[in-house]
């Protein structure tokens, strides 16, 4: 059964840094796309990145691509999302989540082909 760990969450002044990590078991991590979203209360669930199986392809949100970097290591079986400069509206609850099936790295920011998915982490950051 494939489980999904987020963590890393925290909380965090304006202007701060967090790394979220998401350790993977029960799949075969290297042969899933990747993703992260995020849903803030009374929004919908926000693409924030995204990372082919090899590692090779990592792109993220326009929103947050200067400040946010997505990486894998499939040794460990972890996705990662490292975010520096972080602002309020950065405030929400992290997803990772799991695919196997997608044409090209372009379609991982689409909530649908996920398969698996965590139960999410919070991050909050203060003004």
């Known amino acids: 059964q494939a489980q999904l760990v987020e963590s890393g969450g925290g909380l965090v002044q304006a202007g701060g840094s967090l790394r979220l990590s998401c350790l993977v078991s029960g799949l075969t991590f290297s042969n899933y796309g990747m993703g992260w979203f995020r849903q803030a209360p009374g929004k919908e669930q926000e693409f924030v990145g995204a990372i082919s199986r090899d590692g090779g392809d990592a792109y993220c949100a326009d929103s947050v691509k200067d400040r946010f970097t997505v990486s894998r290591d499939n040794a460990k079986n972890s996705l990662y999302l490292q975010m520096h400069s972080l602002k309020p509206e950065d405030t929400a609850v992290y997803y990772c989540?799991?695919?196997?099936?997608?044409?090209?790295?372009?379609?991982?920011?689409?909530?649908?082909?996920?398969?698996?998915w965590g139960q999410g982490t919070q991050v909050t950051v203060s003004s």
């Open positions: 989540a799991a695919t196997a099936n997608y044409p090209n790295t372009y379609f991982l920011k689409r909530a649908n082909l996920y398969y698996y």
